[in-house]
């Protein structure tokens, strides 16, 4: 069984900066990308930005130059650097991560989300 566990979510001032961590557990032997998702109320999930085990990433128009995204594959970890945010950027961000092989074969999974307010 895997399972994505997300942190590092809450309330910040519009200009300021979060970081997002999400960590994979599960007898995991690769994962093809790693990415964000988000959705504020009313709206559908939407792609914030992804990134593949060998580095390319790939990001939202509305977040680019303002978030960036890195992972650690050694740590089965992503993680989403959030700066200059914006009170459209409120919502609930969802760690994906796609081609994910185990013993049991390839497949998708989400954690749980967590909810990021910008707000003054």
């Known amino acids: 069984q895997v399972q994505l566990v997300e942190s590092g979510g809450g309330l910040v001032q519009p200009g300021g900066s979060l970081r997002l961590s999400c960590a994979a557990s599960?007898?995991?032997?690769?994962?093809?990308?790693m990415g964000w998702y988000r959705q504020a109320p009313g709206k559908q999930r939407e792609l914030v930005a992804t990134?593949?085990?060998?580095?390319?990433?790939n990001y939202d128009d509305s977040v680019k130059g303002r978030f960036t995204i890195s992972r650690d594959n050694a740590k089965n970890t992503v993680y989403l650097q959030m700066n200059s945010l914006k009170p459209e950027d409120t919502a609930v961000y969802y760690c994906?991560?796609?081609?994910?092989?185990?013993?049991?074969?390839?497949?998708?999974?989400w954690g749980q989300g967590t909810q990021v307010t910008v707000s003054s």
């Open positions: 994906n991560a796609d081609g994910v092989l185990t013993t049991t074969g390839q497949n998708k999974y």
């Open positions: 599960g007898s995991i032997f690769s994962m093809t990308v």
């Open positions: 990134v593949t085990s060998g580095g390319y990433t």
